[in-house]
């Protein structure tokens, strides 16, 4: 007893410190031009256009051809996902690809909702803006912004939306919602010059917002949406209410998290950590360092020459279906590499997944889309936005399945104001995708508190 009340004095003092020393900092940002050639003399064209996802016959036709042309090999036996996409289940779903799936029927699916793209430091911006058909009298709708990550595209939100505009529940609140791309993914157009990265994507959804009319609001994000929305709140904390989050690897490991890496496992209750935290956490050297080893080859790839393998998958859609679905399947769930057709159905639609690669198939975003590891991890892992904890109120539900773990106290070194941290029943990575009800339920508890609706 007596040694963890010391640890707990030693850790207590040392957060402390940090806590003071760390409190002045501020994310800064300068703007950018990333059009192609040099800055136009005229200003910036602030209109903002329709937009609908169209397709044609010529499209349809070049994408058969080159399915029919695909060259199949063969999986080793009994390997499953552990190599990669089972080539004996990708011919399946290529088939199904090739034969069945209706793209038209898609392509009217996406246009439900309105799209729009308006130009901001030099390139067009695509993103959906869905206000609620109803709000209640003497109400407004809450502004949120939500952002995507890769290989995913706006469409993960496409079930989580209607739960969110929809006013079902005269008790909860309801949202308008504007869900971007990233520039370089699906329709918003690729930056023409290096260097663009979470910061200037941050930067410049703060300027679509405000471009809408909006001078607060909330933003939510996982993957890649995480670090944008996150720099969004270094930004301007005082414009962003807050923060809803699903994905919060340590951006800047700290000392509360070395020591509970080292303790943890013996003293549980000196670092908050529950059985379920214990589970995934330790032992560390497997849960933490092995098994990232196992999932994150793709990133190296994609942080160094993203061009190289993103032309070849630019070129056979067969290719980029296997290298973007291989995804879903395993950072669905790590036991899924162990199936033959990799789980992938047992989560989502073949239509929405094949949905998801068209995005990026038709829009020809694989490249730039990759680009953004390297523009994100070329400046090294000790980016000013890295060493700056976040302010803003935050809430955080906690995936089962997340590619990596994250417990409360990991999530507190970054985020000061953590106001709700949700461990969820169940979901992984793409978590709005897989569980938009869990996801709806978790960002209106978050909200509602933070408007001051509801008690923590």
């Known amino acids: 007893m007596f040694t963890e009340v010391l640890l707990a004095l030693v850790i207590g003092g040392l957060i402390y410190f940090l806590v003071q020393r760390s409190k002045n900092q501020v994310l800064t940002t300068e703007d950018g031009w990333w059009g192609s050639g040099a800055p136009r003399d005229a200003g910036e064209d602030d209109t903002i256009r329709s937009f609908r996802v169209t397709t044609s016959d010529q499209e349809l036709e070049d994408l058969y051809r080159r399915i029919d042309l695909t060259r199949p090999f063969p999986s080793l036996e009994d390997s499953q996902f552990n190599y990669g996409f089972n080539s004996q289940y990708l011919q399946k779903v290529v088939s199904y690809w090739r034969n069945e799936f209706d793209w038209r029927k898609q392509v009217d699916k996406l246009n439900q909702y309105p799209h729009f793209k308006t130009k901001i430091e030099g390139i067009d911006i695509h993103y959906l803006h869905v ?22 595209s706006f469409y993960e939100f496409y079930g989580l939306i209607p739960l969110l505009t929809d006013l079902s529940n005269p008790h909860n609140l ?50 890649w949406g995480w670090l944008v929305t996150t720099n969004m709140a270094q930004l301007e904390p005082k414009t962003v209410k807050g923060l809803h989050l699903n994905f919060a690897p340590p951006s800047k490991p700290g ?50 020459k993203p061009d190289t393998v993103g032309r070849g998958l630019n070129d056979s859609p067969v290719g980029l279906a296997a290298y973007i ?24 639609s073949l239509d929405d997944l094949l949905t998801n690669v068209m995005i990026y198939w038709t829009s020809g975003c694989i490249i730039p889309s990759m680009r953004f590891y390297k523009e994100n991890f070329g400046q090294g892992l000790d980016a000013p936005h890295a060493k700056i904890p976040v302010y803003v109120p935050t809430g955080f539900a906690c995936f089962p399945n997340e590619l990596m773990h994250t417990p409360r106290l990991w999530v507190k070194q970054k985020y000061r104001k953590l106001v709700t941290f949700t461990p969820m029943d169940r979901g992984g990575h793409f978590a709005a995708m897989e569980e938009p009800q869990l996801m709806a339920e978790d960002i209106q508890k978050f909200t509602k508190i933070v408007e001051g609706k509801v008690k923590e």
């Open 255 to 304: 000392l509360s998290m070395a020591l509970s890496m080292m303790l943890g496992r013996h003293f549980p209750t000196l670092f908050g950590f529950t059985d379920f935290d214990i589970q995934r956490l330790f032992p560390c050297m497997e849960k933490l360092v092995v098994e990232s080893i196992k999932e994150t080859g793709y990133m190296h790839i994609q942080a160094t």
């Open 174 to 223: 309801v949202f308008e919602v504007v869900c971007p791309s990233i520039p370089g993914y699906g329709f918003s157009e690729a930056p023409h010059k290096k260097g663009f990265d979470s910061v200037c994507a941050a930067r410049i959804f703060h300027k679509l917002m405000k471009r809408l009319g909006f001078q607060q609001y909330y933003a939510h994000g996982g993957d």
């Open 325 to 348: 679905l291989e995804k879903f399947s395993t950072w669905t769930s790590h036991d899924f590499r162990n199936l033959d057709d990799g789980g992938l159905t047992r989560k989502f």
């Open 131 to 152: 206000k609620p058909k109803k709000v209640l009298e003497g109400t407004s709708a809450v502004p949120l912004i939500m952002v995507h990550g890769w290989p995913g």
